[in-house]
Nanobody
Framework: QVQFVESGGGLVQPGGSLRLSCVAS????????MGWYRQAPGKEREKVAR????????EYPDSVKGRFTISRDNSEKTVYLQMNSLKPEDTAVYFC?????????????WGQGTQVTVSS
């Protein structure tokens, strides 16, 4: 059974940093592209970061480029999201999933996510 367990969220002031983790299970992982997404209240889920299976390729939308960094540890089946210079508009529930390359199409059902709140 495929499972994603996201953690590391919390309340942070604008300009602060957080590091999210996502532990995956139930599929191979090491050769699979992985992505982070977020969903704010009343909004559609949106893509945040993508990383290729071996970590050589990463992709970010303009909204987070230069502030967020995705990485992975294939031995731990874990993908990370380092978030710096956080803004109030980054407030959302963050999710991870296996994705179909540059299409960003998620493969599986979503986990519970981890809440990130940026507020003073």
């Amino acid at each position: 059974q495929v499972q994603f367990v996201e953690s590391g969220g919390g309340l942070v002031q604008p300009g602060g940093s957080l590091r999210l983790s996502c532990v995956a299970s139930g599929f191979e992982f090491r050769n699979d592209d992985m992505g982070w997404y977020r969903q704010a209240p009343g909004k559609e889920r949106e893509k945040v970061a993508r990383i290729s299976g071996q970590g050589r390729v990463t992709e970010y939308p303009d909204s987070v480029k230069g502030r967020f960094t995705i990485s992975r540890d294939n031995s731990e089946k874990t993908v990370y999201l380092q978030m710096n210079s956080l803004k109030p508009e980054d407030t959302a529930v963050y999710f991870c999933n296996r994705v179909a390359g540059s299409s960003w199409i998620p493969y599986y059902s979503w986990g519970q996510g981890t809440q990130v709140t940026v507020s003073s």
